[in-house]
């Protein structure tokens, strides 16, 4: 099972880069001028991703970091033990025609985790680009902001090939 964190986060960090760049060039033009110049002015996209332990399995988004749950891989050192865990690497929750709208739950989502097989890593990237949509400025926790944060996260990564669950969020609001 890949958990090796620092190469994750090492991951992570190079993705964080391109996201960023991706989310200025499709939404800039609504990203406040002073989030924009700090987006913009990033010298170590390092320091951003943020992989430690706070009591949750979610990742979240603050204003000067993203953050990633080391508890999660406790959860992955579990279900990895699952009889059907792996039996379809292949497993995807959505294609390119569904990504945008789908019957997707957060329980397809965790089916898919152990039908796939999935690491640590892999949980990690399928959060990633909707926090960074966070980061950049989008808003959260507030179930329109959410909403809306989900669907602009899936229309960049159908658009950009962009790793994303297609799950949650979306369709609890539509």
């Not at 090492?10 to 880069?17: A, S, Y």
């Not at 949509?133 to 909403?147: D, V």
Request: charge should be positive.
């Amino acid at each position: 099972m890949k958990n090796n964190i620092k190469d994750i986060h090492d991951v992570l960090t190079q993705k964080l880069k391109i996201y960023i760049n991706a989310i200025i060039r499709e939404y800039g033009r609504f990203i406040p001028k002073n989030r924009l110049m700090y987006l913009e002015n990033i010298k170590d996209y390092s320091k951003i991703i943020n992989i430690h332990n706070f009591n949750s399995i979610n990742g979240y988004a603050s204003s000067n970091m993203i953050h990633m749950p080391l508890s999660a891989l406790d959860v992955f050192n579990e279900i990895s033990k699952l009889p059907n865990y792996g039996i379809d690497k292949n497993h995807k929750t959505y294609d390119n025609s569904n990504l945008i709208i789908n019957n997707n739950t957060f329980l397809t989502y965790l089916n898919h985790l152990i039908v796939s097989g999935a690491t640590l890593e892999d949980y990690f990237e399928d959060l990633l680009l909707h926090e960074v949509m966070h980061f950049c400025g989008s808003g959260g926790s507030i179930s329109l902001k959410e909403g809306i944060n989900e669907f602009l996260t899936r229309k960049l990564a159908l658009k950009y090939g962009f790793k994303t669950s297609g799950c949650g969020y979306l369709k609890k609001y539509l």
